[in-house]
């Protein structure tokens, strides 16, 4: 079993930037897969970026390339979502996932879920 809490999310002005954490409680995550994704209001749950064991390969929507960067640590148990440039239509419940799955596209099929945290861009 594998528990994520997020944290890092908050109000911020258009183009402005938020890091987003996620801790993971399971022994082997280096082997595992680390992902977010993002629910606006009305709208489905969309994939947004993912990183691969080791950190090697990372995948991104195609609306945040150049402005988010994921990361981890693998000592910390932690991934990292930085988000630069921030625009209102990034404005969703951010949630962390995980995956023993090695990705090669920027799709994900998570096994476990954090509980989410907001991000509201102001304009």
């Known amino acids: 079993q594998v528990q994520l809490v997020e944290s890092g999310g908050g109000l911020v002005q258009a183009g402005g930037s938020l890091r987003l954490s996620c801790a993971a409680s399971v022994r082997t995550f280096s082997r595992i897969t680390m992902g977010w994704f993002r629910q606006a209001p009305g709208k489905e749950r969309e994939f947004v970026a993912a990183i691969n064991w080791g950190g090697g390969n990372s995948y991104y929507l195609d609306s945040v390339k150049g402005r988010f960067t994921i990361s981890r640590d693998n000592a910390k148990n932690t991934v990292y979502l930085q988000m630069n440039s921030l625009k209102p239509e990034d404005t969703a419940v951010y949630y962390c996932?995980?995956?023993?799955?090695?990705?090669?596209?920027?799709?994900?099929?998570?096994?476990?879920w954090g509980q989410g945290t907001q991000v509201t861009v102001s304009s």
């Open positions: 996932a995980a995956t023993v799955r090695f990705i090669t596209t920027a799709t994900m099929t998570p096994d476990y």
